[in-house]
């Protein structure tokens, strides 16, 4: 999933691209989210119980901090994956990859949640990373929330992970512009990079390690010219090898319709009703949540008056929240991993 040891090569050899941040920095930030990336860390991390009772809570702890979330879904996959997919759904007992972008009537529950909590997503036209991507270039949203390193290739600006509602977890983000300039390569150098890392839309040359990888990409700019230097017996290249429709899939994103954004206010007694028919949750601990949210903003404010009042810098207020935006005019190698230091730091 992603793309080979690229957080390692990028924690080594650009460690200036990388920032540590806690939640709260977050505050008033649009962020799109890869909706699948979250799906399924619940449904690893709790396999007994509905994603959607995860999602549910996550959201509004990242409404509870002020970040306004859009949720992107996946759509139709590149042809170049299935073969990813499909190894991807014989390890999970599953008989057959979707590869026809059709939402699972999970993906409609989501969807359904998202309208309740008055939150809005996007449906993607193919991967949910390249339309998350797209939308930060844009300036429609300010970053990219996901696991997957790939959303850099896509052409990210900034990626945000381990953004979730842990108590004092430490939130990893990284700036493509400070990556692309620290390794002094142009992104198109930088999708041939992440091919030659590994991807999930081609196969990669054998043998050829990441330091040694972004050496042959700085020296030689290009996998054309890559090929020609490297030796063919310990490094073979893979037979019909489709690395030019892996580089097209990175850099030709598919257009789709900038979509204006909304937040309501969620609708709580529809939300009882859903969660508890679909995930069977209790009626008291869908109310407890909701109590605390409403809590938690009234507090906030509460907060934000006062600072107000006293004259200290104004972030932005709950009210000003709910508003409609338009769009905008593994270690890398042993030997190395012993001698590196590693740096850490609209209401409608």
Request: glycine letters at 4%.
């Amino acid at each position: 999933m992603g793309i080979t040891k690229l957080a390692d090569l990028i924690r080594f050899d650009a460690p200036g691209a990388i920032s540590h941040k806690d939640i709260s920095d977050y505050s008033g930030k649009v962020i799109a989210l890869d909706t699948s990336i979250i799906v399924n860390q619940f449904r690893a991390v709790t396999p007994t119980l509905s994603p959607l009772i995860g999602v549910f809570f996550r959201t509004l702890t990242f409404l509870e901090h002020d970040i306004k979330p859009v949720f992107v879904f996946e759509g139709k996959p590149p042809e170049e994956k299935t073969p990813v997919l499909e190894k991807r759904a014989e390890a999970s007992g599953w008989k057959f990859p979707n590869c026809t972008g059709t939402a699972s009537s999970q993906t409609k529950d989501c969807l359904q949640l998202m309208k309740l909590l008055g939150v809005p997503s996007v449906q993607a036209p193919g991967d949910a990373e390249a339309l998350c991507a797209r939308l930060v270039r844009e300036g429609i949203v300010d970053a990219v929330a996901s696991e997957d390193m790939d959303t850099l290739a896509f052409g990210a600006n900034t990626l945000i992970r381990q953004l979730n509602a842990k108590k004092d977890s430490e939130v990893t983000e990284y700036s493509l512009p400070k990556l692309l300039e620290k390794l002094q390569i142009s992104h198109e150098e930088f999708v041939d990079l992440c091919i030659l890392l590994g991807c999930d839309y081609c196969d990669k040359i054998t043998g050829l390690g990441p330091r040694r990888a972004l050496t042959l990409i700085q020296e030689h700019r290009t996998i054309e010219k890559v090929v020609l230097h490297i030796n063919r017996q310990t490094h073979p290249v893979p037979n019909f090898w489709k690395y030019k429709e892996a580089r097209k899939v990175f850099l030709d994103a598919q257009e789709t319709v900038a979509p204006e954004l909304v937040w309501t206010e969620p609708d709580e007694e529809a939300l009882v009703g859903f969660l508890c028919q679909v995930t069977h949750v209790k009626v008291e601990r869908v109310r407890r949540r909701m109590e605390k949210f409403r809590q938690t903003r009234e507090s906030k404010r509460e907060d934000r008056k006062n600072e107000k009042a006293t004259g200290r810098s104004r972030q932005t207020q709950m009210e000003d929240f709910f508003r409609v935006t338009r769009k905008r005019v593994k270690p890398l190698e042993a030997a190395e991993s012993s001698k590196s230091n590693r740096k850490r730091p609209k209401s409608t």
